[in-house]
């Protein structure tokens, strides 16, 4: 098993542009979800799935969005990126919310 | 929704000696309490995890301990090694029902050898 997959491992975006951060993985998890982590905030719910075809807002959803067609993938979207939206980006998957996550490698974005 | 406090931020520790970090969380209702370690430049990964109808558990050198009175778990790790040296997360699930996991805002601990 790859587990959680995460692309890309870095990337760079001008103020504005879009982008769609991949997760992918293969372990039948329902439960998926996307965190940023920022110095000194710990890890916050930007968005979450409980199964193909439901999601739902974290704490910080705003300038994100995500979908989830299938069970084995979770991409989040960035509409328009800013500056504030610097940050390392983790996707998790688990069996249900009282479950252990098992994190991707992360994704660090900066918005330039 | 659950809001979960974790002190302290960072943590000095001579190698040999214990390291303890606290956390305490606001719904009464939560059931489930994970720490969460995350070497520099890695992801999270879970260390240990405790469900409310137990008091303490331990995995060799870790344990963690939940006082549902006083809303409050904590994470021990004896005989701390260099390789401790870490971010350390606990968490407690968002609200009741299925709903994922919030995170306090870290512990770097840092064992001195």
């Known amino acids: 098993n790859a587990g959680v997959t995460q692309t890309p491992k870095f990337q760079v975006l001008k103020t504005g542009q879009s982008m769609t951060l991949q997760c992918a993985q293969d372990?039948?998890?329902?439960?998926m979800s996307w965190y940023r982590q920022d110095p000194g905030m710990g890890l916050r719910l930007i968005h979450y799935s409980v199964g193909a075809g439901i999601t739902d807002q974290g704490e910080v959803p705003n300038g994100y969005n995500v979908s989830r067609s299938t069970t084995e993938d979770f991409p989040l979207r960035l509409l328009s990126a800013a500056p504030s939206q610097t940050s390392v980006y983790f996707c998790?998957?688990?069996?249900?919310?009282?479950?252990?996550?098992?994190f991707g490698n992360g994704t660090r974005l900066t918005v330039t | 929704g659950e809001n979960v406090e974790q002190h302290p931020s960072t943590l000095s520790v001579q190698e040999g000696d214990s390291a303890v970090i606290k956390c305490t969380y606001s719904d009464s209702a939560s059931n489930y309490f994970p720490w969460y370690k995350q070497e520099l430049g890695k992801r999270p990964q879970l260390i240990i995890d405790?469900?409310?109808?137990?008091g303490e558990k331990k995995d060799q050198r870790i344990a963690v301990t939940l006082n549902k009175t006083a809303k409050h778990f904590s994470l021990h790790i004896t005989e701390t090694q260099p390789e401790d040296s870490a971010v350390y997360f606990c968490a407690a699930p968002r609200n009741s029902g299925n709903t994922p996991l919030v995170f306090g805002k870290g512990t770097r601990l840092s064992v001195i050898a």
């Open positions: 405790i469900r409310s109808n137990v």
């Open positions: 372990m039948n998890h329902e439960y």
């Open positions: 998790a998957s688990s069996t249900g919310g009282r479950s252990p996550l098992h």
